[in-house]
């Protein structure tokens, strides 16, 4: 009987010290987070003017802020899609100067001065930029979140091949770049389509090149 006794105050003892513990433990993360000094970053900002879809815009922002955050949140050019924010899906890119760009990467401050052009400003539903038209006709979207992005890198894509910049697959670095299935494939692989409509996206560009040419 005295040894059960023993037994049983030990895990008395037991219980209430492993109580005790977590309770100190918690007393002393519950202290040290209160009483850490709370450091409030200053907000900083600065003014920046430039164009987009042909009108021009005067803001003042947080230095901190993207491209892509003032078009969507401060001048509300919401076809600009938000993906993965790191630059890695193609759902931001944007016109910039006639050159394509995650706009999520890039800091508005970076565009002083820039003409800046969205999927709102490529065309209108009454009159459809060449490439909408295209990703139409071909049924170049599903879901069309990443829509957007995939025209106006497309439209971009065209661009660069006429203006005679090499890709990865070119086949010679002082010649033009022509327009092949593997040319277009290679320079839009930064954009991400989940639905997979890649085949219908360079038959639509094709299209437009050969019409442009």
Do not use: W
């Amino acid at each position: 009987m005295e040894e059960s006794n023993e037994l049983t105050i030990s895990r008395r003892e037991m219980i209430a010290g492993t109580t005790a513990a977590i309770a100190a433990i918690t007393l002393v993360n519950v202290t040290g987070t209160q009483a850490a000094p709370q450091h409030t970053v200053p907000l900083s900002l600065a003014k920046v003017s430039f164009t987009v879809n042909g009108q021009p815009h005067d803001l003042e922002l947080d230095t901190r802020t993207t491209l892509l955050d003032t078009l969507r949140e401060h001048l509300h050019f919401t076809g600009t899609k938000k993906g993965c924010d790191h630059g890695q899906c193609g759902a931001c890119t944007v016109l910039v100067n006639n050159q394509r760009i995650n706009a999520c990467l890039s800091l508005a401050l970076q565009h002083q001065g820039d003409s800046i052009t969205t999927i709102e400003g490529l065309g209108t539903p009454d009159k459809l930029h060449p490439m909408q038209a295209a990703f139409i006709k071909h049924d170049g979207y599903q879901c069309g979140y990443c829509t957007p992005g995939q025209i106006c890198s497309a439209v971009g894509v065209l661009n660069e091949i006429k203006a005679g910049i090499p890709s990865h697959v070119s086949a010679s670095l002082l010649d033009t770049p022509q327009v092949t299935n593997m040319e277009l494939r290679e320079r839009m692989s930064g954009n991400i389509c989940r639905c997979g409509a890649y085949a219908n996206i360079a038959e639509a560009m094709s299209e437009v090149a050969q019409k442009s040419a």
